[in-house]
């Protein structure tokens, strides 16, 4: 595999799939004309060039610089070349032995992070952390789901202590492991050992990846205890909390839980519209509150493919010389947007609603008149006649009403609060697009 397959195949991870097979898929890297300072690809026509140009070069050239020690200038031509081999049929990379793991992305810091009520904790602990390192919380492990900002975390804490002129070892467990099995065949175990010994920060990302590895474990175990003696700090990050992830030995999980674990969940609606405000300022790009709440409110959770969506409405308006209108952005990302299922059910609109509202399932469903409980019943209905294919006297017999015209009375009143109130509008569509989600992932 060559280094450019190599970059496709680590840019693969940080994207959707949908770009990947839309955009990345057909680059071809061209093995005779590259060099160190310069690397060429081959897009397929102009309007994927100019798109990966926009979005995508300066990643590109920061995950050569990863593998190669020098950030190269990366141009995008149209054409192909016949010396050149397809990305789409590469093998898992191997890291070279030469600690490239090491650089970090300048641009994840703590004052480009958005703090909200789902990632306060975390936020918090990695600012300790990268003030005041190997000393209250080593280690630390945060954990949580797909583009919630681990990375960007456990980054900003190595760029700050960079800062400090501390020695700053990142790596994902995929390249841990890589780096490991390469020493090991060449026999140059010290110089592994060397390097991941003698730094002051080690930010280990993915953890859950050296699952089932024993000797890599192993190693990785002796590693942990040379550094944590020393006072040197630690930082983990994984999908799930440590005695969650099979395969990972007993005395790993131990040590894991010997700091502080902190866990980031989905961001709330303000949260997404406060990222999406945030990563529009930094990029240059103007989007008005109409479209921001769009996105927020139809995209899933995963921050990742939230700020990727913008990057791709600003590239578009830029190459078709559009103004980006709310029609402009349905039409450009409706792809993205979580489809309903034919199978959503009532059952999973009234578990929805009951979580987000702070209602009792059975009460929903009860005779109650308090304010929130009417309030939460009339959105269920809402919902239930918007995302099912049940009528209103179905609808009716679920709620235990009388007939079709209470349900009807209840849509009158919602449409009618939509009209007055942005707020109660946008709620709605978070509801409804948790359910979809909800109902794509069962």
Known sequence: ?????????????????????RYIKSLVYDTKRSRSNIVYFYAPNMIIAKWIKTKYKDKLEHLFEVYNEIKPKVEIQVGQQKSATSTTKAPVPTEKSSGKSTYLNPSLTFDSFIVGDSNQFAYTTAKSVAEKPGRQYNPLFLYGGVGLGKTHLLQ???????????????????QFLNSFLTHLRSQTMDRFR????????????????????????????????????????????????????????DRLKSRFEWGLMADIQPPGLETKIAIIQKKCELDGITLDNEIINFIATHMGDNIR??????????????????????DFAQNAIKDQLKEEKENITIDDIIKIVSTELNVKPSDI??????????????????????????????????FGMKDHTAISHAMKKINEIIETNENFKILLEELSNKVKTNALNA
């Open 1 to 21: 595999m060559n280094i450019g397959q190599k970059v496709i195949f680590e840019l693969k991870k940080e994207i959707s799939q949908t770009e990947y097979e």
């Open 365 to 398: 469903k009860s005779k109650k008149r308090t304010k929130n409980v009417v309030d939460a019943r009339r959105t269920a209905i809402y919902l239930a006649r918007e995302l099912t294919p049940s009528s209103m006297p179905q609808i009716a017999m679920y």
């Open 194 to 249: 060397d390097k991941f010994r003698e730094c002051d920060t080690l930010l280990i990302d993915d953890i859950q990846f050296i699952s089932d590895k024993e000797k890599t474990q192993d190693e990785f175990f002796h590693t942990f205890n040379e550094l944590h003696s020393a006072n040197k700090q630690i930082v983990i990050t994984s999908d799930r909390q440590p005695n969650k992830i099979s395969g990972l030995v």
């Open 305 to 326: 493919e939230i700020e990727g969506t913008i990057i791709k409405l600003n590239a578009l308006s830029s190459m078709l010389n559009q103004e980006i209108t709310l």
């Open 156 to 174: 900003a804490i190595g760029n700050y202590h960079i800062s400090l002129g501390k020695t700053v070892i990142y790596t994902t467990a995929e």
